[in-house]
């Protein structure tokens, strides 16, 4: 019967778990694309009336509420930046960027071309910046995976709400967020607005949770090809502006997860005594 009544506490405490979970709603999408930094700017600052109206910049944190900001910017007009693993932001900002290429860059766009090689200035006229005069892009990848810290301690973090500004994105569903929780688990993929046809666009998507997600990594896709010597087909996508709810330390595990531990545990005590 001892088993039995293990597994019985097991299953209670897995049950009342599952109960105490939020019901998650439909994320919040802010959404627009345009020929022009003014097509996206409103919806860029409701994004961030949203998740708190002051960019808390480089404060340490965590801070109840406000939101931080990277716009790529800070080395300067003419300074083509190249990094690997973007640790520059972690501790300041609360963002770890990596990537499966082999690093990442901000530049101007003509900066693109030289550090590309590229001798038709390909790049300068299909990219104008959002906020002047860098953009940023991962090298030898489209993929960018955004990690969250507690910024001023490296404590892991969460956020509630992520944004970010694409650059000529022309095809539809290639460009995407995608959430992933403590846990590795998605929360969902969300394709950026595309502007057909058209160069020196620009997009913004923005979502924001309001039902009790917390988001530990993003997983940014921008475009379908590589930014190259040569390349010039498929959806080459630059990126600008990032904004981020305040990242918030992941929180402890709750009494219930720890009940449903200590219940599994005694389970298991109580069968192995049996077998013996």
Sequence with gaps: MAPRKAILWVGLAFGLVLSARPAFASAITFSAAGADIASITPTVNAFRAAIGGVNNMNAAGPLATGRREINWDGGGAATTST????????????????????????????????FFGRVDAFYDGIFDPFSPQRVFTPVGSNITDATFFVPGTGAAATVTAFGAVFLDADEANISSLQFFDVNGVSLGIFFVPNVAGANNTFSFLGVQFDAGELVARVRITSGNQLLGPTNVFGDQVGMDDFIFSEPQAVPEPSSLVLLIAGASVLAWGVRRRQRT
């Design 83 to 114: 990094l690997g693993a973007l640790t520059t932001f972690q501790g300041i900002r609360g963002a770890l960027f990596t990537t499966p290429g082999t690093g990442f860059l901000q530049a101007p766009p003509a900066g693109l071309d030289t």
